[in-house]
């Protein structure tokens, strides 16, 4: 009986071959690894489909025309009138902890009672916490929320009872009451006081140190009065957009984020697959590609490099841009063709790769048949 079982279930190794490929051949195995059509998408379920598809994701060619045509437009330098208006009226309005230096003239013991000795903050007028000062002769008198300017002419009008014609100075010897803060990627993270001189976003930026070489100056945060706008150095630096600057007010916060996001993925067939950080020169198809160690000569289809980027304002599901590179002077065409956050390169294999792969996959099913027959002719012979 036992004979007989394997009598019709043995073959021979070299015919069991055959038949162990020829079955996967026609079961439909898939190439092991994605690729990208440089035609339309074709799904063979349904024409329907395909055309669907083929719709979603139009390939184009990357060349000089193209190129020019997704070039950014020079922006011309805007201007911005009501940043100006607000410089031109900017006055300094005194606040609890700050310290006056008021000066008397020709009455030195009104001036620094305390004695020449110490500096104008340790001897000045603080200002309380309930926004008062006290002065000779005026005793408490309040000056918050004043100009240096009318707390002048309220204490000259006091003084006049007591002192004929008082010519009186006042400034503001340190300045405590007012400070906003910048946070994130700039090299000296902190709080910079308000002063009598008018303090804009650029200028936070600049006291702060600059960015980093992690920030996103494209994307930063002023919060203000749970309000935040968005401003972009780049545009700022780069075009000279003063639409991007603002004057900062009591408790603004300027946040400079990470650049985390910023990066393009080149995947398939280049020797190290990765994200690449996008810098804040940018990045271009060229540049990508180099990070990663350039296509791998001997399975990259050098024909088949497209680039993948989503497309929110169409009802295309992406835009797909392909190089060929297979003539290596194509490559001044991919050093010219910038990148986007978030694109995705792939860079597909050559037919001859993507067959190797499907028999990299046999080969461990065609050893274990091969084991198997080997051990029912070992049964057989005893």
């Not at 020829?22 to 339309?40: E, K, Q, R, T």
Request: contains cysteine; negative net charge; proline residues 4%.
């Amino acid at each position: 009986m036992l004979n007989q079982l394997l009598m019709n279930n043995t073959m021979m190794p070299s015919r069991l071959f055959s038949v162990s490929v020829l079955v996967m051949l026609i079961s439909g195995c898939a190439v092991p690894g994605s690729h990208v059509n440089n035609g339309s998408y074709t799904n063979h379920a349904s024409e329907t489909s395909s055309r669907e598809a083929s719709e979603q994701l139009a390939v184009q060619a990357i060349t000089p025309e193209l190129i020019q045509r997704l070039k950014p437009t020079h922006q011309p330098q805007r201007v911005n009138l009501e940043l100006d208006q607000a410089i031109a009226n900017y006055d300094y309005r005194v606040g609890n902890g700050d310290v006056l230096n008021i000066t008397v003239w020709d009455h030195p013991e009104l001036t620094i009672p305390a004695g020449s000795y110490r500096s104008a903050q340790d001897a000045g007028n603080w200002v309380h916490n309930d926004g008062t000062i006290y002065y000779p002769y005026v005793g408490n008198i309040k000056v918050a929320g004043l100009l240096v300017t009318e707390i002048r002419d309220l204490l000259a009008s006091r003084l006049a009872k007591y002192i004929e014609s008082p010519q009186i100075d006042v400034s503001v010897a340190a300045f405590r009451s007012q400070r906003v803060y910048i946070t994130g990627e700039v090299n000296k993270a902190g709080q910079l006081p308000l002063t009598n001189i008018p303090l804009t976003a650029l200028d936070a930026v600049n006291y702060a140190g600059g960015l980093n070489a992690d920030a996103d100056w494209e994307n930063v945060i002023l919060s203000r009065n749970g309000n935040e706008f968005q401003l972009s150095l780049k545009a700022l630096y780069e075009q000279g957009d003063l639409t991007q600057n603002y004057l900062l007010q009591h408790n603004d916060v300027i946040h400079v984020s990470r650049n985390d996001h910023n990066k393009v993925f080149v995947l398939g067939e280049v020797s190290s697959p990765q994200p690449v950080s996008i810098q804040r020169q940018g990045i271009t198809l060229a540049e990508a590609l180099a990070e990663t160690g350039g296509i791998d000569e001997g399975s990259a289809n050098a024909s088949g490099i497209f680039v993948i980027r989503a497309n929110n304002s169409s009802k295309a599901l992406a835009d797909v841009y392909q190089m060929d590179i297979s003539d290596a002077r194509a490559l001044v065409f991919a050093d010219q063709f910038p990148l986007q956050a978030r694109d995705i390169v792939y860079v597909t294999a050559e037919p001859v790769a993507r067959w190797n792969r499907v028999l990299s996959q046999l080969i461990p099913t065609i050893s274990a048949v091969n084991e198997i027959t080997e051990g029912v002719q070992r049964v057989r012979s005893f």
